[in-house]
């Protein structure tokens, strides 16, 4: 059976009459990438900050790392890195000068010298060891959420929790931390992360939670999610001939590629039969749901969610279904 790092039952907090978590059963396995998806003001860093002990639910139940939250949230923020809502730091002090504190303030033990050491690896994880002694308050924004990712590796920690760790980061900087992300995990660090990027949570995340005003809408596994759309995605230099000879299966075309309805026999017999009547192929695949459509089918086209996850860079791609012009 699988081991679960976080698991949450009808956790709620209120704020006056609203819910800004509402009734929340979350499940995040151990060794998991999870996304936590919502647009602004769904909830999510409400959520977080209730994860870590920051903010008591009004009901309901944490369990973080095996242990009750927030009761006993003190013997699990040591295997915690975590990063909420834009960190903080102080802004005349230099980035090594700032870890360094944090290092001390932390439990971590160790010579002086070990200590420099692993504020010093840190840095270069996050790319900021050649960011020599500036002062944090020159950093760009980027350079601050990299500085506190790295406040969150000090600990080498079992689980990190981040909130909108991309915030601010140019699409360079997104690619390196979703790669420093996806190494961490593969050494075994689950990560919990929230955002309102669909497209990135589709890029970086095994699993995925969706949260629509402060509701856990959907929680599986983005393979089983993305699950086959029934159709077909053909690429060929010759499209005309394609359409021709395919005739009433073509679902939609675009440029060089169309979507068609699956035949028996499935992609090799399709590829058979265009090849058998002259028809190039660049390409076969099988269409998938993208993660935008299952959104978008749950909380309905004018949803918050779905409305933001278009706004936010979910690009029109036809080996998703649900490609719309
Ligand atoms: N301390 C607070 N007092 C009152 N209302 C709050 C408080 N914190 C959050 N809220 C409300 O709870 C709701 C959820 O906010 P939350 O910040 O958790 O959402 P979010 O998804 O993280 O959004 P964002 O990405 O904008 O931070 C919002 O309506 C917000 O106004």
């Not at 790392?65 to 005349?92: C, D, K, Q, T």
């Not at 929230?194 to 393979?223: F, K, M, N, Q, Y």
């Not at 759309?229 to 075309?253: K, S």
């Not at 699956?262 to 399709?270: E, K, S, V």
Request: charged share 25%.
């Amino acid at each position: 059976m699988t081991r679960l790092v976080i698991e949450t039952r009808g956790l709620t907090k209120r704020y006056g009459g609203r819910a800004a978590v509402d009734d929340v059963d979350l499940h995040v396995a151990e060794g998991a990438r999870y996304g936590f998806l919502g647009p602004n003001g769904s909830g999510k860093t409400t959520m977080v900050r209730m994860l870590l002990g920051l903010v008591y639910a009004t009901r309901g139940e944490i369990s973080v790392l095996g242990r009750p939250v927030p009761s006993r949230v003190a013997e699990v923020l040591p295997e915690i890195g975590a990063m909420v809502e834009g960190p903080a730091a102080y802004p005349h002090l230099s980035g090594r000068a700032n870890l360094a504190l944090l290092d001390a303030s932390g439990p971590r033990r160790g010579r002086a010298g070990r200590r420099r050491e692993r504020v010093e690896e840190v840095l270069e994880r996050v790319g900021l060891g050649a960011v020599d002694r500036r002062p944090v308050r020159t950093y760009s924004l980027g350079m601050r959420q990299r500085l506190g990712l790295a406040g969150a590796l000090l600990n080498r920690p079992r689980l990190l929790v981040l909130d909108e760790p991309t915030n601010g980061l140019d699409p360079h900087g997104i690619r390196e931390v979703r790669d420093l992300l996806v190494t961490l995990n593969a050494a075994g660090t689950t990560v919990f992360l929230s955002s309102h990027l669909l497209a990135e949570i589709e890029a970086l995340c095994t699993d995925v939670g969706v949260v629509d005003r402060g509701r856990l809408v959907l929680e599986d596994a983005l393979d089983a999610v993305r699950g086959p759309t029934g159709r077909l995605v053909v690429r060929t230099p010759d499209p005309e001939a394609a359409a021709r000879v395919l005739g009433r299966a073509v679902a939609e075309r675009h440029g060089d590629t169309l979507v068609v309805d699956a035949a028996p026999g499935g992609p090799p017999a399709l590829a058979r039969h265009l090849v058998e009547h002259g028809v190039p192929l660049d390409g076969l695949a099988e269409q998938r749901r993208s993660l935008e459509d299952v959104v978008v089918a749950l909380t309905g086209p004018g949803s918050d969610t779905a409305r933001g996850a278009r706004r936010n860079g979910a690009r029109p791609d036809p080996t998703s279904g649900g490609i719309r012009r």
